[in-house]
């Protein structure tokens, strides 16, 4: 079946970068955009950006410009989020979810990975 | 403050049927599709509707979307323990040069 699996939590402090990885299996990796989703604790989704994995192509949110870079290595059919200058305002769940219907349906989701800033 | 706007609660007793809203603006809801998620305690958001009102395979039809103008709404028969979780709509907007956007999200307890 479709899965996409995510690398497990991270605690990183104020100033520095994290990388999430995100690996599909159960369908063609470049046939279909990885959207990027994050959740602060006890609040809403936040997109953050795609990446389309056959071209490398990328669009992100205006908010993430200039901090966030997604990434793919399609010989192993994983993406990559990363996140630079962490904040504490950054601890949340990050989820990857495939993108369908021009990458505005996600369908599924990664189990999310838990990335907390703290000095 | 999100750019698509839920009641942050909604309620019902087993059997009953509930309505959770989502009003957005022209540049989203009105000319862009609405999806609905479902997620779950402790989980990851689950599709629940595509389109407007599509069910992906899997998705029981007690769960109904529907879209007017710039506004959709979930509508959940038959209600029941399980359906208790937090329910998010999105659409694309088209400002900005494009983003995904969500609903604050609504938590359906179930009496």
């Known amino acids: 079946q479709v899965q996409l699996v995510q690398s497990g939590a991270e605690v990183k402090k104020p100033g520095a970068s994290v990388k999430v990885s995100c690996k599909a299996s159960?369908?063609?990796?470049?046939?279909?955009?990885i959207n990027w989703v994050r959740q602060a604790t006890g609040q809403g989704l936040e997109w953050m950006g795609w990446?389309?994995?056959?071209?490398?192509?990328?669009g992100y949110a205006r908010k993430f410009q200039g901090r966030v870079t997604m990434t793919r290595n399609t010989s192993m059919s994983t993406a990559y989020m990363e996140l630079s200058s962490l904040t504490s305002e950054d601890t949340a769940v990050y989820y990857c979810a495939r993108g369908l219907d021009n990458s505005r349906e996600f369908d599924p989701w990664g189990q999310g990975t838990l990335v907390i800033v703290s000095s | 403050q999100s750019v698509l706007t839920q009641p942050p609660s909604a309620s019902g007793t087993p059997g009953q049927r509930v309505t959770i809203s989502c009003s957005g603006s022209s540049s989203n809801i009105g000319g862009n599709y609405v999806y609905w998620y479902q997620q779950l305690p402790g989980t990851a958001p689950k599709l629940l509707i595509y389109r407007n009102d599509q069910r992906p395979s899997g998705v029981r039809d007690r769960f109904s979307g529907s879209k007017s103008g710039n506004s959709a709404s979930l509508a959940i028969s038959g209600l029941r323990s399980e359906d208790e979780a937090y329910y998010y709509c999105s659409s694309w907007d088209d400002r900005l040069s494009g983003s995904v956007v969500f609903g604050g999200g609504t938590k359906l307890t179930v009496l």
């Open positions: 990446m389309n994995p056959k071209s490398g192509n990328t």
């Open positions: 159960g369908y063609t990796f470049s046939t279909y955009d």
